[in-house]
């Protein structure tokens, strides 16, 4: 079965097309090699967890990987710190691979509510052991992070990551941590209300910047389209259409993607080589852009009615 473009959640390699992020990969290896704590905020349809996923497979090589997905936690695990506790070592025994003699049960009696204090600082010096016993760097990566935000116990939770961020040349902890989500973490203040800015307290001022350019290049939506040419032989001018592709979106994954989509939607088993061709067309590129200009105006305009 060909491969498909993706614009619906993170791509697959084996399923989608897809543009080579060993570059990129290459560049926050780099940040995690060095220690250090960061974010990924890029808009939604970016990229971030296609690039997450495929980063935790490569850093497994060289580190011990837990990928959560704060989507994964309902509001009540954010409601109080001993169910944030109890729900995030949950997702850490169903997430991690390599739990050292007596972390599983410590976080198991978290979960189940049977420790005397279930706190932030409990689960850290669990974290701290943890950490510890092994015999490689412990690396920590959430997606969606932003979507619990707004609530005490993350900042709390953030503060705590700092703190042993600061203690690292003492106290075992993370490697790296990396945080991804719409918005950078670093101005969590605004998104807090007004009577709740007494909270901020700069929980992840730690945090190194994150250069990595994430949009898609002219030669990386080119070398993306010689796969789909491999497929389907179209005879298309692939610098031409990926530099066209490039001057309308300035790379953004979703909108090269999803233009990519419409053009190949017209493309079948059954289609003849003039007809793969001209899906591929200027004309054909024209056509597919103002089907997606009509989509996003019918998108913008249902939701100002809502």
Not at 60 to 69: A, I, M, T
Not at 179 to 195: M, T
Request: charged share 25%; proline share 3%; net charge negative.
């Amino acid at each position: 079965m060909k491969k498909t473009f993706n614009v619906n959640g993170a791509c697959i390699p084996e399923k989608h097309y897809m543009v080579d992020l060993g570059s990129r990969l290459n560049e926050i290896r780099e940040m995690v090699d060095n220690g250090e704590y960061f974010t990924i905020n890029r808009a939604r349809q970016f990229g971030k967890t296609t690039t997450l996923k495929a980063l935790a497979v490569s850093l497994k090589k060289d580190y011990e990987v837990v990928s959560l997905d704060f989507q994964t936690m309902d509001t009540l695990s954010f409601e109080s710190t001993q169910a944030f506790v109890a729900a995030f070592s949950g997702e850490l025994l169903e997430n991690a691979e390599n739990f050292p003699e007596g972390i599983k049960e410590q976080l198991q009696a978290f979960v189940e509510g049977t420790v005397r204090i279930s706190s932030l600082n409990a689960l850290f010096k669990v974290i701290k052991s943890w950490c510890q016993k092994l015999d490689r760097g412990m690396v920590l990566m959430i997606d969606e992070v932003d979507s619990a935000s707004n609530n005490q116990v993350f900042l709390d939770f953030l503060a705590q990551l700092r703190a042993y961020y600061l203690k690292r040349p003492e106290v075992p902890a993370f490697q790296s941590v990396i945080l991804a989500g719409v918005y950078d973490i670093k101005n969590l203040k605004k998104k807090l209300h007004p009577e709740e800015e007494h909270r901020y307290n700069s929980p992840w001022n730690v945090a190194a910047d994150f250069t990595v350019d994430m949009s898609f290049s002219p030669e990386e939506i080119a070398d993306m389209l010689l796969q789909y040419e491999m497929d389907w032989d179209t005879g298309m001018d692939r610098e031409e259409v990926s530099r066209v592709l490039y001057d309308y979106t300035s790379g953004y994954p979703f909108l090269v993607s999803k233009l990519c989509q419409i053009m190949a939607g017209t493309v079948n088993a059954n289609s003849t080589k003039q007809e793969r061709g001209d899906a591929w067309s200027p004309e054909a590129f024209q056509s597919a852009l103002r089907e997606l200009l009509k989509k996003q105006i019918l998108c913008l305009m249902i939701w100002s009615r809502s």
